[in-house]
């Protein structure tokens, strides 16, 4: 049974429009951190383990100031007991999986942990969202910039909405017609205005006119509105209003 009803979130999302980024996730009830030995071979990097609490769950993420956290974890909190102390390993957490997902922790809403990737990719910023409860991954995205436009929850239901960045199987510049059909039925976006990708194909072919045939071929980057829910074990997206960009492929 889904653990929300609709009218209260979407009562949560209107109100949580205004919000930005680290604004619109959770406060922690406390944070720690501690730094850790220098490593002989990268001594400029700043190793640390920082340990943020919330009602429930801990979550543990370990930098020793490479690309992405060396570990990511979610530590789970009994009722009526204390958080726990900011170990290197405890034996009741959850430690995120290389397979599953490499990155650092971006904040919390309610019962869902969000990390983002250890790099961007696509000109969009790659993002998983973990159960605070199991340390499930439950499902992955990408949006375009640093922000949400807002996050609601309410149990075990979540609703998102940002700049969502798709990668097309198709060069839109190239085949317009059939490549936005393609897009439409994988996005929804049948009532929007295909973009025009022109300036940007045109302006790589510029820069690289040996490689001009396969720069025409390249396949299209989206970036369109959309509001994403995550309700009975599955999310679902729905486009949103607002003006549809494109770019090349990197």
Do not use: H
Not at 80 to 97: A, D, H, N, R, Y
Not at 135 to 147: V, Y
């Amino acid at each position: 049974m889904i653990g929300f009803a609709a009218a209260t979130l979407s009562l949560c999302v209107a109100a949580a429009d205004a919000d930005r980024s680290s604004d619109a996730f959770d406060k922690p009830v406390s944070k720690q951190v501690i730094p850790l030995p220098a490593d002989p071979d990268n001594p400029q990097a700043k190793a640390k383990r920082s340990c943020f609490n919330y009602p429930g769950f801990t979550v543990k993420e370990v930098d020793l100031g490479e690309v992405g956290a060396d570990t990511l974890a979610i530590i789970p909190i009994s009722t009526g007991k204390k958080e726990p102390l900011c170990e290197q390993k405890t034996g009741s957490e959850f430690v995120i999986k290389r397979d599953d997902w490499s990155g650092y922790f971006a904040g919390t809403k309610g019962n869902f942990v969000f990390f983002d990737a250890d790099d961007g990719l696509q000109g969009g910023m790659p993002f998983a969202v973990f159960s605070g409860k199991t340390g499930k991954k439950l499902f992955e995205d990408s949006r375009l910039g640093d922000n949400f436009t807002s996050i609601a929850s309410s149990g075990d239901g979540l609703v998102l909405r940002y700049k969502r960045v798709y990668l097309a199987p198709c060069p839109l510049f190239a085949d317009s017609k059939a490549c936005w059909k393609k897009i439409t039925a994988a996005t929804a976006l049948a009532d929007a205005t295909p973009p025009d990708c022109s300036e940007a194909y045109e302006k790589e072919m510029k820069r690289t006119p040996k490689f001009a045939q396969a720069v025409r071929r390249g396949n299209t980057v989206i970036g369109y509105n959309v509001e994403a829910r995550y309700a009975g074990g599955k999310p679902t997206f729905a486009p949103l209003p607002g003006r549809t960009t494109c770019w090349l492929e990197d």
